[in-house]
């Protein structure tokens, strides 16, 4: 199919092909008729499939069709859990409404409100907004939402997990009863269907992939690392030829600040986003980043949502997430419109029982390895080695090794085989729209079998130095 076929007028299709796409993504396909046929919308599908051009584009035909009369209003508005993530909202609906006579804004926190005041005053046809912000302009009076026709919730569960349900029933409460209302999420929780219920009139309901499903392009890896070693081992791996672009996680804003000054003390070209930062700060590091000016972007869940930057090689937990779901939202960063990527996590005795949550919540085992402190020294030096011009090749050394020239030795093995997984691509990634990834599989279906590192513990052997096999929770 292509997007001709989908009853979107010419300036829109216009618009659409300018963008450089032809056909659709599954999630399009199957939700644009049904919300230009005016059906209320329960949508699940994997982030990076293209659900904002699933709910803009309709809702871009749905107001052009009706021309706004004198005294503009708010026709559409759609809700987004992140500052990112609502300025990219508004960006698809400019670019796809270029040719249109609709008028957009943008309604978010961090900066002043003035211009989104006069903005709204002015008159819009659709705003794209986090809901603290829309709350406080409407209780000024400067948010007039009499006349909303479509509502949209993008990332549904991330705006429940981040606190926003209370909001959200107050901005829907304001809104007229006759309205088109459209729920799209990443995961299909049970809070999630409760809110449906309650907001949705007899929904269709879209789920293209399984709730908590994960790209099949994406190769995940768990790495058990001692504290203390993160920091070098996180050097090494953006330090390696395969590492372009990488996202960095950290549950907290203080962890991101001080990952970031050891970036930068180690002449890596990095910035950080978290919600200490003002918001035009966010948005120049987002920019640098989308525009390749910095290699690396470490980051907070709360931006989890609202990075949505092709060529992303790798997604790092430096820190484990709180829950499954953001595991699921973190590495979703990576391997988007149809691109191969790495997520690598990096995990200790603390994590165990998390790590048994996450295989829970995907449906898959992760792969598992332990870093010794040897291995991250070993992975330095082939590196080195391998940014040398080639030696000749010598003699083996005598088989009668000591005890720390054999440690050494099979370190340096296992370092070389780190060094040429992580160099090696993915060569066999299928082509797709440039709007989201292919159609995906659940990982149970066809799970990655390769890891990024190739550094694998013996069998029974404790992750943890110091412990017992036996002492340490089975982790898969």
Known sequence: MQFQNLSLNASIL????????DNPTPIQEAAIPLALAGDDLLATAQTGTGKTAAFSLPILERLSAKPANRGRHIRALVLAPTRELAVQIEDSFRNYGRHLRVRTAVVLGGVSPDPQIKALRQGVDVVVATP????????QGHAKLDRVQVLVLDEGD???????????RRIVGTLPRDRQTMLFSATLSSDIVKLSADILRNPSSVAVTPAAS????????????????????????????GTQRALVFTRTKH?????????????????????????????????????????VLVATDIAARG???????????????????????????????????????FACEDHAFSLIDIESFIGHTLNKQEILPQDIA???????????????????????????????????????????????????????????????????????STAPFALTRPSGKSPFPGRRSSEVPAVG
């Open 14 to 21: 216009r618009a659409v092909a300018e963008e450089g796409y």
């Open 132 to 139: 603290g912000r829309l709350l406080d302009l409407y209780k």
């Open 158 to 168: 991330r705006m429940l997990d981040m606190g926003f349900a209370p909001d959200v």
């Open 214 to 241: 994960v790209s099949t392009n994406i190769v995940q890896s768990v790495m058990f690392v001692e504290q203390a070693n993160k920091r070098q081992l996180l050097r090494e791996i953006l330090r390696a030829e």
């Open 255 to 295: 962890r991101a600040n001080r990952v970031l000054r050891q970036l930068l003390s180690e002449g890596f070209a990095a910035d950080a986003i978290h919600s200490n930062k003002s918001q035009n700060a966010r948005q120049r590091a987002l920019n640098a980043f989308h525009g390749g000016r910095i290699k």
């Open 307 to 345: 990075i949505d930057v092709d060529g992303i090689s790798h997604v790092i937990n430096y820190e484990m997430p709180d829950d499954p779901e953001s595991y699921v939202h973190r590495i979703g960063r990576t391997a988007r419109a149809g691109a191969s990527g790495h997520a690598i996590s």
């Open 378 to 448: 070993s992975l330095k030096t082939s590196q080195q080695d391998r940014a040398r011009k080639p030696q000749r090749k010598t003699e083996s050394p005598s088989p009668s090794l000591t005890p720390d020239a054999s440690a050494r030795g099979s370190a340096q093995r296992r370092s070389a085989n780190v060094v040429k997984t992580m160099e090696s691509e993915n060569s066999s990634v299928q082509e797709a729209s440039p709007l989201a990834a292919n159609e995906s599989r659940t990982v149970a279906e066809a799970a990655p």
